[in-house]
C-alpha cells in the first residue's frame, strides 16, 4: 500500500476529491477515449508539451505514464467528472516533479474546450491546492505557462500564484525551444488569500 507522510496527514492509496460540482478521481485505462476525443483537438495541445493525439494509443499511454508517476511517489493527476454528468473525463489536472525533500510541486491541467469559461478549473485547482498544501504538506507550488497563453495565466493569478520570471528557451517543446513564464504559491500566501477571501482563494459573487 502507498502511503505519503510528509504532509499533515498520511495519503493512503490514490486520494479522491471532491468540489461542489466535481469529483476528482483516478484516471484508469477506460477513460482513454474521453482523452482522445479532447487531445485530438488542436486548439486543447496548442501549449502543451505534446502534439494533437491521432490515435487511441496515444491517450492509452499518457494515462499509464502519469499513474506511473503516482506510483514512483513523482505526482498526481486526478480525472475531472462532472457529478451531474455521470463518469465522463472531461479535463485532468494534478502534480508533477514532486519533491518530498524540497517540499514543492508544480501543477499542471487541461479541459475540453466545451466546459471552458465555466470556471471549472479555477473551482477544482482550489481543492487541487488545499490538497498540495494541507494534505501533502507542500510549502511551493509551481507553474511553468507558455507566454502567450493568456488563460491560462490570468486563472493561475486569480487564485493567487504570483509571477516570478521570464525563462527564454526553457523547454525544448515540438522540435523547438519554447519560452516560459514561472508562476508559484507559497503555503503562507495560500494561508493569507484563505484569511482574506473567507475560506476561498478568489472573490465569489
Not at 51 to 57: E, H, K, N
Request: glycine share 6%.
Amino acid at each position: 500500500m502507498q502511503c505519503y507522510r510528509k504532509g499533515a496527514v498520511a495519503v493512503k492509496l490514490f486520494p479522491q476529491l471532491e468540489t461542489e460540482r466535481f469529483i476528482l478521481r483516478k484516471l484508469t485505462a477506460e477513460d482513454a477515449g474521453d482523452l482522445f476525443q479532447y487531445f485530438s483537438n488542436d486548439e486543447v495541445t496548442k501549449y502543451y508539451d505534446l502534439d494533437r493525439f491521432d490515435s487511441l494509443r496515444q491517450a492509452e499511454e499518457l494515462i499509464q505514464n502519469w499513474n506511473i508517476r503516482y506510483l514512483e511517489r513523482r505526482g498526481f493527476r486526478w480525472a475531472i467528472t462532472v457529478k451531474s454528468e455521470g463518469d465522463r473525463v472531461i479535463g485532468t489536472c494534478g502534480f508533477h516533479n514532486w519533491s518530498q525533500e524540497h517540499y514543492k510541486a508544480e501543477i499542471g491541467y487541461e479541459l475540453d474546450p466545451e466546459y471552458w469559461r465555466q470556471g471549472v478549473m479555477s473551482e477544482v485547482l482550489q481543492e487541487i491546492l488545499r490538497f498540495g498544501f494541507e494534505d501533502l504538506g507542500l510549502n511551493r507550488i509551481e507553474a511553468f505557462i507558455d507566454p502567450d497563453n493568456i488563460r491560462s495565466r490570468y486563472l493561475l493569478e486569480k487564485i493567487g500564484f504570483h509571477e516570478e520570471g521570464y525563462l527564454k528557451e526553457c523547454f525544448f517543446e515540438k522540435n523547438q525551444f519554447v519560452d516560459a513564464v514561472l508562476f508559484a504559491l507559497l503555503n503562507k500566501q495560500y494561508l493569507a488569500r484563505l484569511e482574506q477571501f473567507h475560506g476561498k482563494l478568489f472573490k465569489t459573487p
